[in-house]
C-alpha cells in the first residue's frame, strides 16, 4: 500500500476543511486575568482550527507535504491561498507572544514543539514561489519554540515515555531532523546528547505492556525511531538488540490495535496508534541490517497496521478526522 496522488488529494482536503474551523475546540490556555478569555481565533490567529493548536500546526506541514509529493495537486492553489491568508508577520508575531506570556512557558511542550519544527523544515524545503515568504514570516515563532525546546532539555531530567502528546521521544524525532537539515549545530547537540542521556542505557523494554487504551504512539518503537537517528549502523543495532531483545515475540507490539468507538476523541487515538507504528517500523527496519531477525516480524506486522486504520482516515468522524491525515502520511510515505 502505498501513497498516490489521489490518497494525497483526499488527506489535503481535509485540513484544508479544518483550518478555517474554528469549533469544536480543544484549548489548553492559562488564563493570566479577564483580558485573557477570548476565542480559539483570537488567541492563535494561525493555529485556531483543526481542535486544537498542534493539528493546526501538522495540518499545514500535511498541506505543505502533500504538495511537494504532488506539484500538480488540484488544490495547489487553494493551498497557496490559505498559506497567504496565515502566514503573515503579524499574525505569526502573536503566536511567538503567546508563548512568552506569564504561565505559557510550557504550552504545546514538546508535542507541539516538534510538529512546529517539522513545519519550518517541510517551508524550507518547499519549491512553492512563496514559501521563503511564508517561513520568514515564522521565523519569530520558530525561534521562540528552538530556543525553548534547548532550554527544556537542559532542565528534563529523565524522559516522558507515554505514548501521547508529552512524549519525549516523538518530539525530539521531529526536531532532530530540522536540527540537522536547517544546519542548526547547537539544536543538534542538544537533542542528541539528551537522547544518550535518556535512553542510551535502556534494556529490556517492557513493550507487552501496549498499547494504551488512548495512545497514538507506541513509547517503545518512537524511542527506537528516535535512537535510529542518533546512533549509527551497527551502534545502533546493537542497542536495538538490547533494548527489544524479543521482539517478534511481543504479539502486543506487532498486532494492531481494536478500536471501540471511533467517535471517541480518545478512543480515536488507536487509529494513530496503527499508522504511527507503520512509519516507526518502516523507519527502523531501513536502520537495521537486512538478515536481522526483527525483519520478517516488521514485514508481517506492516501491513497488518495500515489494513487496521488507513481506510478510516478520510471519512472519519471529526475526533480523528482533524489529524489522522497526518499520521496516515508518514506511515504511507517510503
Not at 534494556?203 to 517503545?220: C, K, Q, V
Not at 516507526?280 to 520478517?296: G, Y
Amino acid at each position: 500500500m502505498q501513497l498516490t496522488s489521489e490518497r494525497a488529494t483526499a488527506f489535503a482536503a481535509l485540513p484544508l476543511a479544518y483550518l478555517r474551523l474554528e469549533y469544536p475546540n480543544h484549548i489548553m490556555h492559562v488564563l493570566n486575568n479577564s483580558s485573557d478569555v477570548l476565542s480559539p481565533r483570537a488567541l492563535h490567529p494561525v493555529f485556531y482550527g483543526c481542535y486544537d493548536w498542534h493539528s493546526a500546526v501538522h495540518g499545514y506541514w500535511l498541506l505543505l507535504r502533500c504538495l511537494r509529493r504532488y506539484p500538480d495537486l488540484p488544490a495547489a492553489t487553494e493551498i497557496g491561498a490559505l498559506f497567504d491568508e496565515h502566514f503573515t508577520p503579524e499574525r505569526m508575531q502573536q503566536e511567538a507572544s503567546y508563548f512568552h506570556a506569564a504561565g505559557r512557558n510550557s504550552f504545546e511542550r514538546p508535542y507541539g514543539y516538534g510538529w512546529l519544527l517539522a513545519l519550518a523544515q517541510e517551508l524550507a524545503a518547499s519549491s512553492h514561489s512563496h514559501a521563503a515568504g511564508w517561513l520568514a514570516a515564522m521565523q519569530p515563532l520558530t525561534s521562540t519554540i528552538r530556543n525553548n525546546l534547548i532550554s527544556y532539555l537542559h532542565k528534563l531530567t529523565y524522559p516522558i515515555r507515554v505514548g501521547t502528546h508529552y512524549n519525549t521521544a516523538f518530539a525530539l524525532a521531529l526536531a532532530l531532523d530540522y536540527a540537522r537539515a536547517v544546519a542548526d549545530d547547537e539544536l543538534t547537540t542538544a537533542i542528541t546528547t539528551a537522547a544518550l542521556r535518556y535512553y542510551g542505557e535502556d534494556r529490556d523494554y517492557p513493550a507487552h505492556y501496549e498499547p494504551g487504551g488512548d495512545e497514538y504512539l507506541s513509547a517503545a518503537l518512537t524511542e527506537a525511531l528516535l535512537m535510529s537517528k542518533v546512533l549509527q549502523g551497527s551502534a545502533f543495532t546493537t542497542w536495538f538488540d538490547g533494548f527489544l531483545p524479543r521482539l517478534a515475540h511481543v504479539r502486543q507490539l506487532m498486532q494492531p490495535a481494536t478500536l471501540s468507538d471511533r467517535t471517541d476523541p480518545k478512543i480515536a487515538h488507536l487509529d494513530g496508534l496503527n499508522l504511527s507504528r507503520t512509519w516507526c517500523m518502516k523507519h527502523i527496519a531501513r536502520h537495521l541490517p537486512a538478515d536481522h531477525p526483527a525483519q520478517p516480524a516488521f514485514a508481517q506486522a506492516v501491513p497488518l497496521h495500515l489494513q487496521a486504520s488507513i481506510d478510516h482516515v478520510v471519512g472519519s468522524h471529526y475526533s480523528g478526522g482533524h489529524w489522522l491525515a497526518t499520521f496516515a502520511m508518514l506511515a504511507l510515505e517510503d
